[in-house]
């Protein structure tokens, strides 16, 4: 067995902030929370820092250079290592719609990091695939290849490859022919849905709910606004009770003080932060080749030719930051991070908050930045 025991941690718990102390953890498991918890194996002071569940991306297509799409197990295990770095300990790979051979190669990537162990690599635990499209809307497409878009069929989702084992998740427009079958569909088989790339009418998300669909991808993004007269999906996933949204925390996909007031109206426990970040994050400013056009990352702000805002280059520590600046509470801002997309995953039992028998998926983070990071109770980041 081997221990490693944090001490000085500011902790957030999922009750309440308390003062410091320590946290105990043997091979992969937390086994103690509290004063004196024992220090023998390996002893790490933080120094103060807050210690948090690590963050959990489920929108996430690369960083570091490395794209889902494109670059194969390098690049996942790559993009891995940067987001272990800014404190994200799982992700959910996503893949933008692409031909059938890209997929089954992308697939076969994951498929293949999910047996390795993590903390190994240094990279952060991969959960599964979310595939973004390919039952999107053409006119709702935003960064994403029309060319690729399918028409739903039964052979058309039995052609789609999938990991053996993970979450599955999906992002589809329900209005799509057919669409409310296909929610049906993977709901029956498991999948996680969420609604996205839509025009979907509040008729129809009403369909598509009692059909199984309890969630919204990138609240605002590539969906109906609201307007006071129309309730478009955003209006919808406001005002429908038992739905939840994830919302791009970049500070340029919403407006701040917006992202703040939804996510204060929907409540703290229906949002789940992501990145949607893609493989110029982590890279600064510069021009790069993303899914096969020219991408602009000038002030924080990645966006095509056509001057369209193509995904972020943020990090789920840079958006649990912003909640943060916006005055949510780091308990408040960690559920939306952590815990929030966990229970989305329905995973929220193993890891994603500080409770003795989970996971010790950790990140500690002091003003802003992410000092050290712990993946099945090994370190992999240490810059305290
Ligand atoms: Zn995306």
């Known amino acids: 067995m081997t221990t490693l025991t944090l001490t000085n941690a500011g902790l957030v718990l999922p009750s309440t902030s308390g003062g410091r102390a320590s946290v105990r953890i043997e091979d992969s498991v937390i086994t103690a929370i509290g004063g004196i918890v024992g220090n023998d194996g390996e002893v790490v002071d933080l120094e103060g820092s807050l210690l948090l569940p690590g963050f959990i991306d489920i929108h996430c297509h690369g960083a570091a250079g490395a794209d889902v799409n494109e670059d194969g197990l390098d690049g996942l295990i790559e993009a891995g290592r940067h987001l272990a770095r800014n404190g994200v300990t799982s992700w959910v790979p996503t893949l933008v719609p692409d031909s059938k051979e890209n997929y089954l190669k992308a697939v076969e990537a994951i498929e293949e990091l999910m047996r390795e162990d993590p903390a190994e690599l240094g990279a952060a635990r991969v959960l599964g695939v979310h595939y973004e499209g390919v039952f999107a809307n053409e006119n709702r497409c935003g960064a994403l290849r029309t060319e690729y878009f399918l028409k739903y069929s039964e052979e058309a989702l039995a052609d789609l490859p999938l990991p053996s084992k993970g979450v599955k998740l999906m992002t589809l427009a329900p209005e799509v022919e057919g669409g409310i079958d296909l929610i049906k569909e993977l709901v029956s088989a498991g999948w996680v849905v969420s609604a996205g790339h839509t025009s979907a009418t509040a008729e129809v998300l009403d369909e598509a709910f009692a059909a199984g669909l309890r969630h919204l991808t990138h609240f605002f993004n590539a969906m109906d606004g609201i307007h006071h007269r129309t ?87 840079d958006a649990f930051n912003l909640m943060f600046r916006k005055g949510f509470s780091f308990d408040e801002a960690s559920a939306m991070a952590s815990l929030n997309p966990a229970g989305l995953l329905g995973i929220d039992r193993e890891t994603s908050s500080l409770e003795v028998n989970k996971t010790a998926d950790l990140a500690a983070w002091r003003e802003g930045e992410v000092v050290l990071t712990v993946i099945g109770g090994k370190v992999v980041h240490n810059a305290l």
């Open 231 to 317: 309730l478009g999906a955003a209006g919808w996933g406001l005002a429908k009770e038992g739905v939840s949204f994830d919302i791009i925390a970049d500070g340029h996909h919403v407006h701040p003080s917006l992202l703040a007031a939804v996510t204060r109206a929907r409540g703290i426990d229906n949002v789940v932060l992501i990145s949607d970040s893609i493989s110029a994050a982590g890279l600064g400013e510069g021009e790069f080749a993303v899914w096969g056009k020219k991408i602009t990352v000038s002030e924080g702000i990645a966006t095509d030719a056509l001057g369209t805002i193509s995904g972020s280059v943020i990090s789920m520590r």
